[in-house]
């Protein structure tokens, strides 16, 4: 298995424009979500998702959409980048209800100029 | 809602011992603690539920004070690879949606 993967794992953008970062994993996890990372601040929750087609938001959700088409892929999309978006982003799974631990990607690096 | 860990940052030797604290402001379900290593993805290490129940690697231990909304993780006869940002996660409710808060972290770093 593979785990999570993410990509791109560097990404630069100039303010305005979108992208998304993709999120795969091949554990078969109903749960999955989307993380930032800045220095001091911890892990902060962007939106999560516990099964396909169901998606809700986590602490920090503004600017970001996301959608759960299938169970193995997660998507992050932001719409408009502004250099507060400058972070590192890291996806997650959990297998389920009953598992609590979360298995993390190698994250993305992207900065916005 | 974010959780406050205690202390920002320790620095010990070799063998020494040291303890992690996290607490938060209102009642919850749950705490979980993630290490994460210079450039590395968070790794899960232990969760405690509220009752008493505790899941996670065997060497590390911690505690879950429900009345005090505290957690504290308890790293004994440190070792150099237990060098990292150690992260609590918390959860509200009552149930697992894999919703976490995590706090703003503890760096250890364990010198020789």
């Known amino acids: 298995n593979a785990g999570v993967t993410q990509t791109p794992k560097f990404q630069v953008l100039k303010t305005g424009q979108s992208m998304t970062l993709q999120c795969a994993q091949d554990?078969?996890?109903?749960?999955m979500s989307w993380y930032r990372q800045d220095p001091g601040m911890g892990l902060r929750l962007i939106h999560y998702?516990?099964?396909?087609?169901?998606?809700d938001q986590g602490e920090v959700p503004n600017g970001y959409n996301v959608s759960r088409s299938t169970t193995e892929d997660f998507p992050l999309r932001l719409l408009s980048a502004a250099p507060s978006q400058t972070s590192v982003y890291f996806c997650?799974?959990?297998?389920?209800?009953?598992?609590?631990?979360?298995?993390f990607g190698p994250g993305t690096r992207l900065t916005v100029t | 809602q974010q959780p406050v860990q205690s202390p920002q940052a320790v620095i010990l030797r070799e063998g020494e011992d040291a303890v992690i604290n996290c607490s938060s402001s209102?009642?919850?379900?749950?705490v979980h603690w993630y290490r994460q290593k210079h450039g590395e993805a968070p790794v899960f290490l232990m969760i405690?539920?509220?009752?008493?129940e505790q899941k996670g690697h065997e060497k590390i231990s911690a505690s879950f004070n429900e009345k005090k909304q505290q957690s504290s993780l308890y790293l004994t006869a440190s070792q150099l690879s237990y060098s990292g940002t150690y992260f609590c996660?918390?959860?509200?409710?009552?149930?697992?949606?894999?919703?976490?808060?995590f706090g703003q972290g503890t760096t250890l770093q364990v010198k020789p």
């Open positions: 996660g918390t959860a509200y409710g009552s149930g697992n949606t894999g919703k976490l808060i």
């Open positions: 997650a799974s959990m297998r389920d209800r009953r598992s609590y631990e979360q298995y």
């Open positions: 998702s516990v099964g396909a087609g169901i998606t």
């Open positions: 209102k009642a919850l379900y749950s």
């Open positions: 554990m078969n996890h109903e749960y």
């Open positions: 405690l539920l509220k009752g008493g």
